[in-house]
């Protein structure tokens, strides 16, 4: 059982991670606006939410969720690969469900345009 001290750090966590993303998905966004093509600034931005955006529950404690890049970034390292798998599949499983957000996106784009 977790104590309700670990609970508040990990909610702190949570809190701290989704308001540094906010911030840094703003300046990157502010830094695609250089690129011309709206497609392809989208699809950067849709591919910053799936990198930093995808989490993936803990092995170790049940209910707990971690940044899946972190997760399988660490267990890549130590060797565990059917752990790292399961943080790849979370990717792998965002990013079909982002790039069809993303062709919808680019669908309202060319229907606005017209």
């Known amino acids: 059982m977790i104590d309700v001290e670990t609970n ?7 809190a701290a991670y989704a308001v540094a ?22 699809l950067l931005q849709a591919a910053l939410i799936v990198i930093f955006l995808t989490p993936v529950e803990s ?11 972190l997760h399988g970034g660490y267990e890549t390292i130590l060797g ?6 399961r943080a790849f599949l979370n990717f792998g499983i965002a990013a079909l469900v ?3 957000v993303w062709i919808l996106d680019l669908v309202r784009y060319r229907l606005v345009k017209r």
Request: proline share 4%; net charge neutral.
């Open 8 to 14: 508040i750090a990990y909610g702190i966590f949570w």
């Open 21 to 42: 993303f906010v911030v840094f998905f703003y300046m990157m966004s502010r830094l695609f606006r250089i690129i011309p093509v709206y497609a392809i600034r989208t």
């Open 59 to 69: 092995g170790e404690v049940a209910g707990w969720w971690m940044p899946a890049w």
């Open 80 to 85: 565990d690969a059917s752990e790292a798998g």
């Open 98 to 100: 982002m790039v069809l």
